[in-house]
């Protein structure tokens, strides 16, 4: 017979890597109720060719209206094909900056849904 301590951690990790494969996006939750299927998507943005092939001046006003819109991203490619670099770093910078808030956040909602499980389970065996 298995001590309490034994079943809780086993369910602990159970829980936590369940937890850390349905962040990551490797596993969602009604993938984990059907049967083993191997499924591979692949998507592609429009944006990274976006302002290849355009006139140096089309691929500025380009960058221009894209960076206003808040696409960074996208201005930094149109801003290194228009021949600015400098313009083009401080948009990819500000494009870095779009990603790791957003990383901050998803890490946040995910540290705030491991301590609610663990709660839970700490409730659970008392």
Do not use: W, Y
Not at 50 to 59: H, I, K, P, S, T
Request: with cysteine; proline share 1%; net charge positive.
């Amino acid at each position: 017979m298995t001590s309490r301590k034994t079943t809780a951690a086993l369910i602990l990790t159970v829980i936590l890597t369940a937890t850390a494969s349905v962040r990551a996006g490797e596993v969602t939750p009604e993938s984990t109720t059907a049967a083993a299927e191997s499924t591979v998507t692949i998507s592609g943005r429009s944006e990274a060719l976006a302002c290849e092939g355009l006139a140096r001046d089309e691929a500025l006003r380009s960058a221009q209206d894209a960076q206003r819109a808040g696409a960074h991203a996208k201005a930094a490619q149109c801003f290194r094909v228009a021949g600015d670099h400098m313009r083009a770093n401080r948009a990819q910078i500000r494009a870095s900056a779009d990603t790791s808030a957003a990383s901050a956040q998803r890490f946040k909602t995910g540290m705030d849904s491991t301590k609610a499980q663990m709660k839970r389970l700490r409730e659970a065996f008392r």
